[in-house]
C-alpha cells in the first residue's frame, strides 16, 4: 500500500546523459512536488504541480523538466547530467497544495552521475 | 522570506532520558511549522506540525512539539528516548504558499 511512491530507487548514468525519475500517489492529492537532497542533506523544493498546472519552480537548470501527466503522477526528466545533480530527489505530495498541507513524501532516488 | 535554524548538528542522549531538538523559524505572517524524521536510506516521516491553537502538539511516536511565539521557537521533545529514535530529524516552515522551507537537520543519537 505505498502511497507516494518513486522510481528507480537507484540511477547510476554518465555525464551528458538523458535520465527520467517516475513518481507516483495513491492518496488521491491534488498537489505533487520534488525535492532535492544533497550530500550534506540540506532538503530543498524544486517544483510543485496543483492538479496537472506548475505551481513552483524554483531557481532549477532548465536541464530540469517536470511533468504531470494527471494529478496522481509527477515525472522528472534530467537533460545533459552533470556531476553536481548527483543527489537524492524526492517526490512528495499533499491533499490541496495550501499553505498548512502535510506533504507525505516518497522513498527518494539516489542519482549518481559519473 | 521564511527560514529554520536547527543549531546543533548532532544531539547524542542515553536511552530512557527526555531529549529536545531545538528550532527556531523565522517568517512573515503566521508561521505554519512541522517536523520530519529521516531513517537511514528513507523518505521523510511527517511526524506533527503546529498550525494553530494549543502551543503543545502531540505527533507520532511519543514526540510532541512546544510552539514559542516569542522566542519564535517550535522545539522537538520525547520524555524517554530510545535506540529506535535515531535518527536524522527535520524541522520545517511554510509561511505563505505551500513551499515547504527546510531547515539543516540534526541527527539524534541514542545510545544505550
Known amino acids: 500500500d505505498t502511497a507516494v511512491s518513486q522510481t528507480p530507487k537507484y540511477l547510476v548514468t554518465q555525464m551528458g546523459n538523458d535520465k527520467s525519475i517516475k513518481c507516483e500517489q495513491n492518496?488521491?492529492?491534488?498537489?505533487m512536488y520534488w525535492y532535492k537532497q544533497d550530500s550534506k542533506k540540506f532538503l530543498k523544493i524544486m517544483f510543485s504541480y496543483n492538479n496537472k498546472e506548475l505551481i513552483i519552480n524554483e531557481t532549477v537548470p532548465n536541464r530540469f523538466s517536470p511533468k504531470s501527466p494527471d494529478k496522481a503522477h509527477l515525472n522528472l526528466h534530467i537533460n545533459s547530467l552533470e556531476l553536481g545533480d548527483s543527489a537524492v530527489y524526492f517526490c512528495?505530495?499533499?491533499?490541496?497544495?495550501?499553505?498548512?498541507?502535510?506533504?507525505?513524501f516518497g522513498p527518494g532516488t539516489r542519482l549518481t552521475v559519473l | 522570506a521564511q527560514s529554520v535554524a536547527q543549531p546543533e548538528d548532532q544531539v547524542n542522549v542515553a536511552e530512557g532520558n527526555p531529549l529536545t531538538v531545538k528550532c527556531t523559524y523565522s517568517?512573515?505572517?503566521?508561521?505554519?511549522l512541522f517536523w520530519y524524521v529521516q531513517y537511514p536510506n528513507r523518505g521523510l516521516q511527517f511526524l506533527l506540525k503546529y498550525i494553530t491553537g494549543d502551543n503543545l502538539v502531540k505527533g507520532s511516536y511519543g514526540f510532541e512539539a512546544e510552539f514559542n511565539k516569542s522566542q519564535t521557537s517550535f522545539h522537538l521533545k520525547k520524555p524517554s528516548a530510545l535506540v529506535s529514535d535515531s535518527a536524522l530529524y527535520f524541522c520545517a516552515v511554510t509561511g505563505g504558499g505551500n513551499k515547504l522551507t527546510f531547515g539543516t537537520g540534526t541527527q539524534l543519537k541514542v545510545e544505550l
Open positions: 512528495a505530495s499533499s491533499p490541496s497544495g495550501t499553505t498548512t498541507d502535510t506533504q507525505y
Open positions: 492518496l488521491g492529492h491534488d498537489t
Open positions: 517568517v512573515s505572517g503566521n508561521p505554519y
